[in-house]
């Protein structure tokens, strides 16, 4: 019989600040679960989704609360979408991964995660400090960038970036910072200096602003889009960003990235700021996506041993939560 032993909170530091158009964090928490059969144990991590109200704490209350079936496919219907079920989802996984001596990936039919390239993330600032910031990372290997706009300025952060890693690729997300904006024209205006992909320009509930919005780039939906069940309203969208979290999962993400592409949607796989204990497994959906934005373990002071490391720009899967395995 499987249960819970654990669920609690961990306080992980930001390296200097990460800054969107929300506000500024210097730490992140974040929730850890560990489940067990009486031989062997599981942990996922998630990372609560602040913008819709969920908090570390209540996270763990509902981790503590839950009194349904302890099954991966069980949860989709028994518990709501979010972190908390993204933890136990996670740890599910690993407690199958460890009962049956395989890894996670091939218990799911995927191929062995190999070396990605992954987005590095750009925050909020102003044009000569963005400008730095990019040079910094282009320096470091990275050679796609994701570019944190805010609405106001967002042409003269982006032409600063540009200057500062001119060969980089370069994607922004506006986090619906441009509710009040001309979309088609501000993405043209990026699009001229590069930019490739435009993140949740309106905000969530306001998806039909994109009718008839003709942008040179993809627009993608990231707080318009958690499940499959969000699919059918997201058709002014070219792509889908899958973030376990919003998710509530590797279950439900794998079979969100799978339901995408049927319906002909780019995918993109992005993750909340957290530890490589919560990345991992969105490394495994990541396999093949448009678009990798995976930095939330690197933007940390520090990380859990046997993370995932970076090497040239490119993500080295790790031999934390049996990627290695």
Same mark, same amino acid.
């Given at each position: 019989?499987i249960r819970l032993i654990s669920a609690t909170v961990e306080r992980w530091p930001v ?44 996270? &763990? ?41 395989? *890894? &996670? ?11 990605? *390239? ?21 320096? !470091? ?15 003269? !952060? ?54 008839? &919005? ?42 969100l990235r799978a339901e995408a592409r049927a319906r002909g949607f780019r995918v993109m &796989? ?56």
């Open positions: 019989m390296r200097g600040a990460f800054i969107i158009s929300r506000g500024a964090k210097r730490h992140v928490d974040v929730v850890v679960c560990t489940v067990s059969d009486g031989a062997h144990e599981g942990r996922g991590e998630g990372t609560a989704i602040y913008y819709e109200g969920e908090s570390a704490e209540g996270c &763990v209350a509902a981790l503590r609360s839950y009194a349904g079936p302890m099954e991966r496919e069980a949860l989709l219907s028994h518990m709501p979408r979010g972190a908390a079920r993204n933890a136990l989802d996670c740890a599910l996984w690993d407690l199958e991964a460890k009962r049956a001596g395989a *890894p &996670v990936w091939q218990l799911a039919g995927l191929a062995k995660p190999q070396p990605m *390239p992954t987005a590095f993330t750009i925050s909020l600032g102003d044009p000569a400090t963005m400008e730095a910031d990019a040079r910094a990372a282009a320096e !470091r290997g990275f050679a796609l960038l994701k570019c944190k706009l805010t609405g106001e300025g967002d042409r003269a !952060r982006i032409a600063a970036v540009r200057q500062g890693a001119p060969d980089a690729r370069l994607i922004v997300d506006a986090n619906e910072s441009w509710h009040d904006r001309d979309i088609a024209a501000e993405a043209a205006a990026l699009a001229a200096l590069g930019v490739e992909m435009v993140e949740q320009p309106v905000l969530h509930g306001q998806e039909g602003r994109l009718s008839g &919005v003709a942008s040179p780039v993809p627009l993608c939906a990231d707080e318009s889009c958690h499940t499959r069940a969000d699919l059918d309203r997201l058709g002014d969208f070219d792509a889908v960003n899958i973030k376990l979290d919003k998710a509530g999962g590797l279950t439900e993400a794998l079979a &796989v992005g993750c909340m700021l957290g530890t490589s204990l919560g990345i991992a497994p969105a490394a495994l959906v990541a396999q093949g996506a448009d678009w990798i934005d995976l930095d939330g373990a690197l933007l940390l002071a520090e990380d859990r041993a046997g993370g995932l490391t970076v090497e040239g720009g490119m993500l080295q899967p790790g031999t934390l939560w049996g990627l290695g395995r």
